[in-house]
């Protein structure tokens, strides 16, 4: 059990026969009455966000979230197949459960798949990849002063916004929480 007084961002915890993870909470303490603890929850099985307020001695049970390293081997039309790497299993997801988090992986790259109770809810891919530009606009020297930048397209088919410096053929790094690029490899 958790009490409201110690909710952190990223804690998941059992509220009202769901599971949330909490993506936002504020400890507010008005002139009159009693304090309460402001939060923004994320379903982490549909994906739906809402706002509750606790007293900070409410407590919630925490969900035990099983996170697994496993290899991201190949898509095959709608369905995602993973491995684990010590036992060689294989499992293949659905691409409602996988949305856009494979968006920057390559085949064979290790994710983190995501499970409460054996049901696989979400998929975390590593927090920085390096990937080749398949395609982009050539830049145009001098023109680098105001930080422009230009679409470019990886091999994994994402797009992503580089500096116009950035060339077709080159390795760059990626967050993969925001999408943006970070430097060339």
């Not at 949330?20 to 304090?35: C, D, T």
């Not at 929850?41 to 390293?69: H, M, Y």
């Not at 293949?92 to 085949?107: H, P, R, S, Y």
């Not at 580089?162 to 993969?176: A, H, R, S």
């Amino acid at each position: 059990m958790i009490s409201a007084g110690d909710f952190r961002n990223g804690i998941t915890i059992e509220f009202e026969g769901n599971v949330y993870q909490i993506i936002e909470f504020q400890h507010v303490k008005p002139g009159k009455g009693a304090a309460f603890v402001r939060t923004k929850l994320k379903n982490i099985i549909n994906g739906g966000v809402v706002e509750k307020t606790f007293r900070p001695t409410e407590k919630c049970p925490q969900a035990r979230i099983d996170r697994k390293d496993m290899q991201y081997l190949y898509s095959d039309g709608d369905l995602y197949n993973f491995m684990d790497t010590e036992t060689y299993d294989q499992i293949a997801l659905n691409a409602d459960t996988i949305g856009d988090a494979l968006k920057f992986v390559k085949e064979n790259e290790m994710v983190k798949i995501c499970s409460y109770n054996g049901n696989v809810f979400a998929i975390e891919p590593p927090l920085f990849v390096e990937l080749e530009i398949t395609e982009t606009e050539p830049g145009f020297k001098g023109d680098t002063a105001t930080g422009a930048t230009k679409p470019a397209i990886v091999e994994t088919g994402a797009k992503v916004m580089v500096p116009l410096f950035v060339d077709q053929g080159e390795v760059i790094k990626i967050d993969t929480r925001t999408g943006e690029y970070l430097s060339r490899v």
